[in-house]
């Protein structure tokens, strides 16, 4: 396999590992450790605990995509 073919792969392979651990993330177990009533900056602790998971996982995926993109040969 070239080169360029594992390095595509290997990005490939990374969108449904990024799709595993969103959800493991956001599962129900997890989810429960933020859920303490405390307040940081006035927003509840697990509010800010799915907007982190959200934004990181936005982040990941645009940054894995656009590198399968420039991998393609595009800009």
Known sequence: MPV???AR???ASRLPA??????LALCYPLILLPSQPLLIGGIPL?????FAVWLL?????AR??????RS????
Do not use: N, P, S
């Open 18 to 23: 990024l799709a595993l651990c969103g959800l």
């Open 46 to 50: 697990l509010y800010l605990y799915l």
């Open 57 to 61: 996982l936005i982040i990941v995926t």
């Open 4 to 6: 360029k073919k594992q």
């Open 72 to 75: 393609d040969g595009g800009e």
């Open 9 to 11: 792969h290997r990005l």
């Open 64 to 69: 894995t995509i656009r590198a399968l993109h």
